[in-house]
């Protein structure tokens, strides 16, 4: 999983780069089944939609499950994010944004790293999102929606423009960006929605605007993102840091690994 010449270009040009079928599907099967198992374990990292019940985002999983323990050290991930940020990753956050059929809600039109900045202290946006497919995406499940080149603007608000809308973490919403804003960069940009089959990894930079409407398909979209960053741009803020789960403590660099994802996981047993 080596990038290519011309998927850096295209990288750097547009913000974002799609690569099919990086997993298996036995693979993508047993990381799903450890969604299931972890969006069971109650607890503050993870945030239910607005009934209460149905998970939204689950936040951290690589410290509870050895599935994707196994996943944040795999070479199909790391060797690409080390190509386009730095060869020593620590993971920052990891996060699975859960869409359920017939509804899963949409994410506000956003940009990442001024969130990281404002809130962990990260000084620059050294950074790169890996998304993995973990369910087919389609125009018709919520896709994740970008306004190519639009990383190359920097930061465009300055702040949140809203009071929290959770206290488990920072919500898209907090930080929204104005619709008069997003209408001259749509006319500027346009808007492109990555769309493949389950296992399928989107990296894209933390300062591209992005955002997503509902999943109006009868199928769950499933989408987990890791961000790496650089060792050398860890979080500066040391007063009242955000709970681990929301911001990695472990600065120790990961050495991608070529290990095949543990038995145990692929037949569905917890760990």
Do not use: C
């Amino acid at each position: 999983m080596t990038l290519t010449p011309d998927q850096l270009t295209s990288y750097w040009e547009n913000g974002f780069l799609l690569v099919e079928s990086v997993l298996t599907p036995a693979e993508v099967a047993a990381l799903n089944e450890a969604f299931v198992q972890d969006a069971a374990v109650p607890g503050p990292h993870l945030i239910l939609e607005d009934d209460g019940r149905t998970p939204r985002a689950l936040y951290a999983s690589h410290l509870r499950h050895t599935a994707f323990r196994w996943l944040v050290r795999s070479r199909r991930l790391l060797a690409p994010a080390g190509q386009l940020v730095s060869d020593r990753l620590y993971v920052h956050q990891l996060k699975i944004n859960a869409k359920h059929a017939f509804g899963g809600e949409s994410w506000a039109w956003h940009q990442d790293f001024v969130v990281w900045r404002d809130m962990d202290g990260m000084p620059a946006p050294r950074a790169v999102n890996v998304a993995v497919f973990l369910s087919d995406v389609t125009e018709f499940s919520g896709p994740v929606i970008f306004l190519p080149g639009t990383h190359r603007l920097g930061t465009l608000v300055d702040g949140p423009r809203r009071a929290a809308k959770s206290d488990q973490h920072v919500d898209p919403d907090d930080y929204a960006l104005s619709r008069d804003l997003l209408v001259r960069l749509v006319d500027e940009h346009g808007m492109v929605s990555p769309k493949g089959p389950a296992g399928s990894v989107v990296l894209f930079h933390t300062e591209i605007v992005h955002g997503s409407a509902t999943n109006m398909s009868p199928y769950a979209r499933n989408l987990l993102i890791v961000t790496y960053n650089d060792v050398a741009n860890a979080p500066r803020r040391t007063a009242d840091p955000r709970p681990e789960y929301l911001t990695g403590r472990n600065l120790v660099p990961l050495v991608p690994s070529d290990a095949p994802l543990p038995t145990a996981d692929l037949a569905g047993e917890r760990r």
